[in-house]
Nanobody, 124 residues
């Protein structure tokens, strides 16, 4: 079992930055790919970014490329999502997820473990 806890969400003005963190506990952190997804009110959950279990591969949604960066620190069992140039349309609940031996998939069904989410609100 893997437990995931997100933090770092909040209210920020458009153009600002936030860094989300997702701390993992339980089974070996290093063997899990990690992903970030988000869900805005009235919309389906969508892929944001992912990093493979080895850290060698990352993938981003087109809507966040060049603005968001995903990284992982296995020594701290934590994955980060650095978000910059934030837009009002980035407003959503952001979820962290883990996939055993994953390759940074953008498909939510591949992830076995999910956090409770953290709210990000970007004001215009």
């Amino acid at each position: 079992q893997v437990q995931l806890v997100e933090s770092g969400g909040g209210l920020v003005q458009a153009g600002g930055s936030l860094r989300l963190s997702c701390a993992a506990s339980g089974r070996t952190f290093g063997s899990y790919a990690r992903g970030w997804f988000r869900q805005a009110p009235g919309k389906e959950r969508e892929f944001v970014a992912a990093v493979s279990w080895s850290g060698s591969r990352t993938q981003y949604a087109d809507s966040v490329k060049g603005r968001f960066t995903i990284s992982r620190d296995n020594s701290k069992n934590t994955v980060y999502l650095q978000m910059g140039s934030l837009k009002p349309e980035d407003t959503a609940v952001y979820y962290c997820a883990a996939e055993a031996w994953g390759a940074a998939s953008d498909l939510s069904y591949k992830y076995q473990y999910w956090g409770q989410g953290t709210q990000v609100t970007v004001s215009s």
